[in-house]
């Protein structure tokens, strides 16, 4: 009971209460589920364009695309949790999010199957995540937001794409332009 207790005690620390959680939220697919970003997180929305793979990183992270001339790290979601590969489609989207890094805020890009529409969701329509124990961690989980006859996982952007994540990509990002930086000196 304790450990159930515990886990609930974490997600409302995490996400805050209904009412902070209240407001508009940009939702996508991701197999048959629903998901919802808080829509401040949220940069642009842009078609699936070429992403350039990274060496050396984790399975999950795309690569990077340049995005009027800024360097992007991408990161497929649904790897990221744990689902199967999907070819892209028509729909496959990127969702440009501000993610908190450990300096300051950086850019990156999610991949999607595709964007549903935004939704502005009330604090009783928000419940806590249910708590499954010790070795489930929701702490990405800001809660579930129960819409239309429909449930909505509404995730924290910035405790999904981890510290570790950030760092990755901020990384990886530096490493590209570097190197872009390199063979356009050599060229001139």
């Known amino acids: 009971m304790n450990d159930v207790r515990k886990s609930s005690e974490n997600a409302k620390v995490a996400g805050g209460t209904a009412s902070e959680r209240a407001g508009k939220y940009l939702t996508f697919r991701l197999a048959a589920e629903e998901y919802g970003l808080e829509i401040l997180k949220v940069r642009e929305i842009i078609g699936l364009m070429d992403i350039t793979k990274v060496p050396r990183t984790p399975q999950y992270i795309r690569g990077v695309i340049n995005l009027r001339g800024k360097v992007i790290p991408v990161v497929d979601l649904r790897l990221k949790f744990e689902m199967a590969g999907k070819e892209d489609t028509e729909e496959t989207c990127i969702i440009v999010v501000d993610v908190e890094g450990e300096h300051d805020s950086i850019l990156m890009g999610i991949l999607v199957d595709a964007v549903s529409e935004v939704l502005d969701i009330q604090a009783s329509e928000i419940e ?35 510290n570790v994540d950030v760092s990755i990509m901020e990384n990886a990002a530096a490493e590209n332009a570097a190197a872009s930086s390199q063979l356009a000196e050599s060229v001139i």
């Open 128 to 162: 806590d995540a249910p708590a499954f124990g010790v070795g489930v961690d929701t702490r990405f989980i800001l809660g579930i937001g129960k819409v239309k006859n429909t449930v909505k996982i509404l995730l924290d952007i910035d405790r999904v794409l981890t």
